[in-house]
Each structure stands twice: as structure tokens, then as C-alpha cells.
């Protein structure tokens, strides 16, 4: 069953600015936060040295000065910016859609999520892989196939089963759906549980559409 949405609801399901939940998901892993800290620290002090340099002789020294703390505060703004440009990909679709339908079918499967060269005792490099097992969801409805849900695997999410009902946004150019653009993390109301790669929606705000529009 796909209910499209009314002027306005789209907006109000899919934020523009990040949410604690997007913050989280786009601050990455120990890997990405530590490369953060590194163009924050080292494009921090080296704008604050050229500000203090130039700071008495040039125009330049107090914009320098600004640029120098924006990248101390790249920690907290990198998250927001990369939440809200992701956002926005799905925020500019023409056509939304609350999809309501069942697990048609679900599967495993390692994915490698990181490989890197390592020295091992010997000195020798060899290259080392950070697999990850990641469910994937088939959804359907009366109408038949919809499309497939892909996210890391977790304790939580072995409670999934064939034939759960299960509720998402779904995203198209086109207002008749003909074609699916996206399709977001989604509510899985037997169980009480969310699921997804990335949290686009907010969460009570869908839930509560979901109970309006569907009864």
C-alpha cells in the first residue's frame, strides 16, 4: 500500500537540519573521527599562526583569525553539514509516499566495509579486511515487489522475520511511483523497532503520520 503525502508532510518527516540520531550516524567510525581531529587541529593552528602573523600588518589577520576557530569547530560542524546534505537528497524528491507492506524475504551477507596494509611481525605488509554481516529486507505489498532494505546486522534485528509488517518512506521522480528513487529506514510495528542504515526520518513524527494516515 503506498498513501503519498500531502503538501508539507515530507518536510516534516525529513528534516533539513540534523537531528541528535544524524549527528551520530554521520560522525562516523573511530577511523573518520580521528581524520576529523586531524584536519581540525592542524587547519586550526596553522590559520591561528598566518592570523597572528598578519593580524597588525593586514586585513587579512582577523579573517584568518575566524577561519582558524571554524576549523576547531569542523568536529561539530563536519557531522551537521554531511547530516544535512544527505537530508536534502531525499528532501527534493517531487513524490513521497508511506509504504505499508510485509518482509517478503530477508538474507545475509558479509560486506567489507575497510581493507588496509598492516606490517605484521615480520615487517612484511599484508592487507587486513573489516567485514561487517548485513541484513537485507525484500518488501512487498498487494501489488507486489517494492524494493530492498539494506543495514549492519545487530542483536536487535534478529527478532525480523518473513511476513512482519513493515512501514517506510518511500521517494520517486514520478507521482504515479512507477519508478522508486529511495526508500528510508523504516518501522517495524510488531516489533517496535526501526531499522535502516541511516535514520532519515524522524521517528515520532512518522510514527504518528503512520497512525493518522493509515487508522
Known sequence: ?????????????????????????????????????????????????????????????????????????????????????????????????????????????????ERREQADRSGRLELVENRRTWLTLELEDEDGYLGKLRFPMDKKNQQVRRGMVIRTLVLSERRDFSRIGAITDAWLPQLKLWVGEYPFLLRPAFEELCLRRLG
Not at 65 to 72: A, E, I, N, S, Y
Open 1 to 113: 500500500m503506498l498513501i503519498p503525502l500531502k503538501p508539507g508532510e515530507l518536510q516534516r518527516v525529513i528534516p533539513a537540519v540534523a537531528t541528535g540520531p544524524q549527528f551520530n550516524a554521520c560522525s562516523g567510525s573511530p577511523r573518520k573521527l580521528l581524520q576529523r581531529v586531524f584536519i581540525s587541529v592542524i587547519g586550526g593552528v596553522i590559520s591561528l599562526l598566518i592570523s597572528q602573523t598578519l593580524l597588525f600588518s593586514s586585513q587579512a589577520g582577523p579573517i584568518m583569525l575566524v577561519t582558524g576557530f571554524v576549523f576547531f569547530l569542523y568536529l561539530l560542524w563536519g557531522p551537521i553539514v554531511e547530516a544535512g546534505r544527505r537530508n536534502a537528497t531525499l528532501r527534493r524528491y517531487p513524490a513521497a509516499a508511506i509504504f505499508e507492506g510485509v518482509v517478503a524475504d530477508l538474507h545475509t551477507r558479509e560486506v567489507v566495509e
